[in-house]
């Protein structure tokens, strides 16, 4: 991880911005705080007085990050929260586990919600403790949460294993869509009788409602935060639901508020072949051993494992896998150099280094549940969408030709929702005002695309976007001047100049 100087602000360029005027939609009513009106200046930061009982957990983290752990000597202390489960069928009743990490010396709590399908918060939290400025880190003591069903929080951890590995398997460009439709069934079937009622639980907005039990647990009147990918929707739900509670916010990364499900999983598979676009150039500059071939060669390969798969321990290295996998490995910028080995490995028969970027979602790994499961699981609680299989088969020959590298998974993965119940309808009220809040999109984010971020950005009522130029997903501890900005605004109140644009 890159660790970043604060000169590199004069890196940073003002650009206009070309963001259009979107109206946003919402679907469930909260009336739990009044609503603020008029412009709002950024909010004073809050010595915080914690309720919760830390303890000492460096060593567990390091393990938990395994041989990615960042260098340096930073002390980890853990800590769990009981939050209401607050399912459908019992509304307000029940409790969940939470689990909690803290990173810092500052006396101001900065929470860190990341991705439902991605590293747990925690670990998150962990990671950018390394790569944010050190005087971030004696402003803010950065609170990791494992969002519900991640993580170290009451997991969940209901498809079977052998419905994960068929699912990450599953080959999208297979001219019949019975062996994807049967491994979501099974995992749909099991779930559904694994939870129960808990099922209906484990979504973003019900994740919002955790972290205003954590603001109180951590006796501060006002949230601030860092949302990455799915997380910046979790805060921007708290932020409509609590309007006068909300503090210093960064997103980086968010989803498109604009878009149904189709329009989003398009627009994803656009961002993944921009992404990897620029992961070819990147082998060049590089002088990687793909050469100027990584579209050719991984397309070849892709057709080989097609006609005769890598049989290995835990994923046999399918083209449904090497697809997963490739898509994983370009979210991850800084692991770019072992994605590009791991395809080179793959083409002489060695699987396990490119099944190493996805097995992470389909087994227990350094003591950190499957990441499918939860991630499934929220996804399809956070939408009433289901596509008919007919129309996925539709967009699946249609995408396939359009975005010929991804387009196809990104179709078929709209099956994943199908078999599994369509939650209640959440109406989630209109926020009117708000102080800035500080929107990062990413170039070539193949999980939360540019424009998406930029329309996110666009609909909150005082959103100031900053745009990175680079790939990957999230800017923060990539990007010296975005993240030199973040850390400008969150420890300096100091609110950038709308459309700012960080180089490459």
């Not at 009788?193 to 647990?217: F, G, Y």
């Not at 999230?474 to 960080?502: E, I, M, R």
């Amino acid at each position: 991880m890159l660790l970043v100087a604060l000169s590199a602000l004069t890196a940073c360029s003002a650009g206009p911005s070309t963001r259009p005027v979107i109206a946003v939609r919402g679907d469930t009513e909260a009336t739990e705080t009044s609503q603020p009106s008029g412009p709002r200046d950024v909010p004073p930061l809050e010595n915080y007085g914690s309720q919760l009982s830390w303890s000492q957990c460096t060593e567990s983290t390091k393990l938990r990050m395994g041989g990615t752990a960042p260098a340096g000597d930073q002390n980890y202390e853990c800590a769990r929260l009981t939050v209401k489960l607050d399912a459908t069928g019992r509304p307000g009743r029940g409790s969940l586990g939470m689990a909690l990490l803290r990173v810092g010396t500052g006396g101001s709590p900065l929470v860190v919600v990341g991705d439902a399908d991605g590293e747990p918060g925690t670990l998150k939290a962990a990671r950018l403790a390394a790569s944010l400025p050190p005087q971030l880190l004696s402003t803010f003591t950065l609170i990791g949460v494992d969002r519900r069903g991640t993580g170290k929080s009451d997991p969940v951890q209901c498809v079977p294993e052998v419905a994960r590995v068929g699912i990450v398997e599953s080959d999208p460009d297979s001219a019949d869509q019975d062996d994807m439709l049967e491994w979501v069934g099974r995992a749909s079937h099991e779930c559904v009788l694994d939870l129960e009622n808990k099922l209906t639980a484990v979504d973003s907005w019900r994740t919002s409602a955790d972290l205003e039990q954590l603001r109180e647990a951590l006796g501060v009147g006002l949230l601030n935060a860092i949302g990455v990918g799915d997380g910046s929707r979790v805060l921007t739900m708290y932020a409509s639901r609590y309007p006068d509670r909300i503090g210093r916010i960064v997103l980086d990364g968010a989803p498109d508020p604009t878009l149904d499900v189709p329009g989003v999983a398009e627009a994803r598979a656009v961002a993944a072949e921009a992404a990897f676009s620029a992961f070819e150039k990147d082998c060049v500059a590089r002088g990687c051993p793909l050469g100027a071939d990584a579209t050719k060669r991984f397309t070849a390969l892709v057709g080989k494992l097609r006609d005769k798969p890598v049989r290995g321990n835990d994923l046999d290295l399918t083209a449904g896998t090497a697809v997963s996998a490739v898509l994983a490995g370009l979210a991850d910028r800084p692991r770019w150099p072992a994605l590009a080995d791991a395809i080179v490995a793959a083409e002489g028969g060695n699987a396990a280094p490119l099944t190493d970027f996805v097995r992470r979602h389909v087994v227990d790994r350094d003591d950190n549940p499957p990441l499918l499961d939860a991630a499934m699981v929220t996804a399809c609680n956070d939408t009433t969408t289901r596509i008919p299989p007919e129309r996925v088969k539709v967009m699946t020959e249609d995408w396939r030709s359009k975005h010929p590298l991804f387009g196809s998974w990104f179709a078929r993965r709209m099956l994943q929702c199908g078999p599994f119940p369509v939650p209640q309808a959440v109406k989630v009220p209109k926020l009117s005002s708000a102080p800035p809040i500080l929107v990062i999109s990413t170039a070539n984010d193949p999980v939360t695309p540019q424009g998406g971020t930029e329309r996110a950005a666009q609909a909150l009522p005082a959103g100031v976007l900053v745009g990175w130029q680079g790939s990957g997903h999230g800017a923060l501890g990539q990007s010296a001047c975005a993240t030199t900005v973040a850390h400008d605004f969150l420890a300096n109140a100091k609110v950038p100049s709308g459309g700012t644009v960080c180089p490459p």
